[in-house]
């Protein structure tokens, strides 16, 4: 059983920065592709950044240049480094797990950008 813990989420001024964390448990690490995903109210769920096994990653445009997404496998863990935070970056973001046809979700945590 895989799950996927996330933290790191909060309340920021716009122009700030916040770090997610992602914490998994479970085997196969390494091989897996991760993902952070969010879903503002009222809106459909949508990618944000990824990162493949290889340490490839991609990114919404609406997030390139402000946002990184990182990886340890030692640690089983995935990060999101979130910077120049904008109103429009409100909402609750999850860790997403893919191997293979298996995909795994973490519970979300909220990040709110407001004065």
């Known amino acids: 059983q895989v799950q996927l813990v996330e933290s790191g989420g909060g309340l920021v001024q716009p122009g700030g920065s916040l770090r997610l964390s992602c914490a998994a448990s479970?085997?196969?690490?390494?091989?897996?592709?991760m993902g952070w995903y969010r879903q503002a109210p009222g809106k459909q769920r949508e990618l944000v950044a990824g990162?493949?096994?290889?340490?490839?990653?991609n990114y919404a445009n609406s997030v390139k240049g402000r946002f990184t997404i990182s990886r340890d496998n030692a640690k089983n863990a995935v990060y999101l480094q979130m910077n120049s935070l904008k109103p429009e970056d409100t909402a609750v973001y999850y860790c997403?797990?893919?191997?293979?046809?298996?995909?795994?979700w973490g519970q979300g945590t909220q990040v709110t950008v407001s004065l």
């Open positions: 997403n797990r893919r191997v293979g046809m298996l995909v795994d």
């Open positions: 479970g085997s196969s690490f390494n091989v897996a592709a």
């Open positions: 990162i493949t096994s290889g340490g490839n990653t």
